[in-house]
């Protein structure tokens, strides 16, 4: 399904095939908000917007037009762990992509001016994301979660951090973190596989194998739950409430997908959405999620709900969180939630972007791509008794965090 191969300067490639005209190529760097010195809170996303802003060869404008001038995309993103730049293309300009890459990744220049001008950009993303209560509350909870740690500060930093970047901080933080042993380029599409290896020995070969810093993560300790309310002018009450969980290399994490799942992940007859919404018309959204990361992850429930039937939706979702530590799932309830799990990444499966990106996070961390039959496999072999289970060590009510934005 996939090939892989390594440069000698430590930089991973990943390939898989597939015969369409649209092709996606980018870079993960093994950075992101976690790895920042207390000076540099959202240095990690600001790099990721200034890697745009210009290269040895390249003004700002030319790294924008370049892929757009021949209809494809270039794109990025910063995760807590992660950060991604790839572009989207017709295949025939692969190498353009490449090319592209290569030169922003390894000779962007971090103008004076352009620092000033993208300070400003990322102040109002700022002003703007603050405005989306259902957004926001997810980082704060993060932060209520994980106080005085790394994961729990904002991805974007603080307009006082932001105001303190210059060109030295940015370039320091450059050449701690895009080591090349520190990345992985991935490659989907039906370029041969040989013309992605000779490209990337060609325009990421050269890149000098600089010292690779250790990485300072720490796990962070164990908090104990707290509650927390938030004033905030809206006209719904939002609401999110959870606990921490393990890692993404845990062997369980498989079984806490498929909980997730059954709970409130996404589809519309989870017991969360047919408890707060089908039967009583309490909210319009309802979800569970799970957050992992190399060493810590966390598992939260959020809804939005009219302001006076939060305790109402609260006693609804405790209630569905004790019948799963106390009931066992019946076998064919069992195999309608893994039935209906397997559909849904079957489906998702078709989103080639999606594939790409999961593909090179996977190989990032774990060093190979599970296939999705392989995934199957594993979603198979949980039982009722390793739901049952888990359920009964996460979902405990003097464990869970809550915060209430009203």
């Known amino acids: 399904m996939f090939q892989t191969h390594k ?16 092709s996606y190529c980018g870079i993960v760097v093994n950075t992101g908000s976690r790895d920042e010195l207390p000076d540099e809170h959202g240095m990690a996303h600001f790099v990721e917007h200034m890697l745009f ?3 040895e060869k390249r003004k700002a404008h030319h790294v924008i037009n370049r892929m757009e001038n021949v209809g494809g995309e270039l794109n990025a993103y910063t995760t807590k762990e992660e950060t991604f730049i790839y572009a989207t293309f017709l295949s025939e300009y692969f190498e353009r992509a490449v090319e592209l890459l290569g030169d922003i990744v390894f000779h962007s220049t971090f103008p004076e001016n352009q620092i000033q001008k993208e300070r400003d950009v990322v102040l109002d993303e700022m ?9 926001l509350i997810f980082d704060d909870f993060e932060n ?4 005085n740690h790394e994961i729990g500060h904002y991805i974007l930093g603080t307009a006082d951090s932001l105001l303190a970047f210059d060109r030295k901080k940015v370039e320091d933080f450059v050449c701690r973190q895009y080591s090349p042993a520190n990345m992985v380029l991935f490659s989907f599409g039906k370029t041969p596989f040989s013309k992605v290896v000779r490209l990337s020995e060609r325009y990421f070969g050269c890149a000098e194998p ?30 999110i409430l959870g606990t921490h969980a393990f890692d993404m290399f845990h062997p369980d994490r498989y079984t806490l997908y498929l909980l997730n799942h059954i709970l409130g992940g996404g589809a519309t007859n989870s017991r ?3 408890s707060l919404r089908e039967k009583n018309g309490l909210v319009y959204d309802v979800e569970s999620n799970i957050a992992l990361y190399t060493d810590t992850g966390s598992f939260s429930i959020y809804f939005a709900c009219d302001k006076k039937q939060v305790e109402q939706c609260l006693k609804l979702i405790d209630k569905e969180l004790q019948k799963l530590r106390e009931f066992q799932l019946s076998p064919s309830q069992l195999a309608t939630a893994k039935r209906q799990y397997k559909g849904q990444l079957g489906i998702a499966s078709e989103n080639n972007e999606s594939i790409s990106l999961r593909m090179a996070k996977s190989y990032l961390h774990f060093n190979h791509y599970l296939p999705l039959e392989e995934v199957f496999t594993r979603i198979d072999a949980v039982n009722a008794g390793q739901l049952q289970d888990l359920a009964k060590r996460l979902f405990v009510p003097e464990r869970m965090f809550q915060l209430k934005y009203s």
Do not use: C, W
């Not at 002003?127 to 957004?135: F, G, M, Q, R, V």
């Not at 209520?144 to 106080?147: S, V």
């Open 7 to 22: 440069l000698s300067n430590g930089l991973r490639v990943i390939y898989q095939p597939f015969p369409s005209e649209i």
């Open 53 to 55: 802003k210009g290269t």
């Open 127 to 135: 002003n703007s994301y603050a405005d989306l209560p259902s957004e």
């Open 144 to 147: 209520l979660m994980f106080p």
């Open 210 to 239: 600089r010292h690779l810093f250790p990485k300072k993560r720490e796990q962070p300790l164990g908090e104990s739950a707290k509650r927390y309310q938030v004033e905030k002018d809206t006209v719904q009450a939002h609401v």
């Open 272 to 274: 969360l959405n047919n």
